[in-house]
């Protein structure tokens, strides 16, 4: 999966946008607050949302609390 | 062309059906999921915005390689008029990922936008990008340009042997681009710029009008304006 490398942790383009969704966003305005395109952000937030380290409530989604474990620094089994 | 020619031509067509899997301007662009270098993508996670979908035959080799340098030097230029680049082969993610990594290190330029390992051909069978009269088991340089809602508007396919012209598709995208926002067709070589072309009359009293319509005309059924920029 490309959000997780080989270790289990997260890599720079997830940790990028789970820290995004700390606050809920939608696919648009992550797009913008991370400065990555919207093909880049619809593929990982759909892998991340896979792994449960992102949901989508009502259009938006958020960084879930497995998503917070895995930015500071637990494994993603 | 004599007789017998065509009755040879008829017969050949008859044997061999048009390549009716290849898909065409005015096609929805068939959607995939597949690996890339940038992690698994859809097809569906570009719309909304402009998609050159390209392929090259092999990784690390020359012609492909001059390609890549030029898609990813006009990178910024294609971003700023909203379209983005999705390359393909019949190579391993590892293949990408080395020859990323090493045009990177000879060239120095990163290649910005994601390359399908289409290892099983899956993605290259569904749009016809194996030309087997040039290579059964490499994918010609094939460009379909996708527009925002996912209809193929234009497609292009270079041979093995010859290199793309990258200024060719910016400009094409660009010219696909007016089009659709004025409703206008693009002369032979048209640059961003200069005169567009007006659809021309269906009517003859629409042809009766034209002529008074303030556009420059050569003749009722061909003229030009300028866009406001």
């Given amino acids: ?77 | 062309m004599d007789d017998q020619t065509d009755i040879q031509r008829t017969g050949d067509a008859e044997e061999k059906p048009a390549s009716p899997g290849i898909p065409r301007i005015g096609d929805m662009a068939p959607l995939f999921e597949a690996e890339t270098t940038f992690g698994p993508l859809r097809l569906e996670d570009f719309r909304d915005s402009w998609l050159v979908f390209f392929s090259h035959p092999a990784d690390f080799t020359p012609v492909c390689t001059t390609e890549f340098v030029a898609f990813a030097k006009c990178y910024n230029k294609f971003q700023e008029i909203g379209a983005e680049l999705l390359g393909l082969s019949i190579d391993s993610i590892f293949s990408h990922i080395g020859w990323v990594r090493n045009i990177e290190d000879t060239f120095k330029l990163k290649i910005p936008f994601p390359i399908v390992a289409d290892v099983d051909a899956r993605v290259a069978r569904l749009y016809g990008m194996i030309m087997p009269g040039d290579s059964t088991t490499e994918t010609s340089r094939c460009v379909f340009v996708i527009d925002p809602a996912g209809k193929i508007r234009a497609t292009v396919y270079y041979p093995l042997t010859t290199g793309r012209n990258v200024d060719e598709i910016l400009r094409l995208v660009t010219a696909l681009q007016t089009a659709d926002k004025h409703t206008v067709a693009t002369p032979v070589n048209w640059r961003p710029g200069e005169p567009v072309i007006v659809p021309p009359p269906r009517t003859q009293e629409a042809a009766d009008e034209r002529i008074r319509e303030g556009y420059t005309c050569r003749d009722w059924y061909f003229c030009t304006k300028e866009l406001q920029r």
């Fill in chain 1, 1 to 77: 999966m490309a959000c997780i490398d080989a270790n289990g942790k997260i890599t720079r383009s997830a940790e990028l946008i789970l820290l995004a969704l700390l606050n809920p966003l939608t696919i648009e305005q992550t797009a913008v607050e991370c400065r990555l395109p919207l093909f880049r952000v619809r593929g990982s937030i759909r892998e991340l949302g896979k792994t449960g380290l992102v949901i989508e409530v009502n259009g938006k989604f958020h960084t879930t609390a497995k998503g917070v474990s895995a930015l500071e620094g637990t494994p993603i089994i």
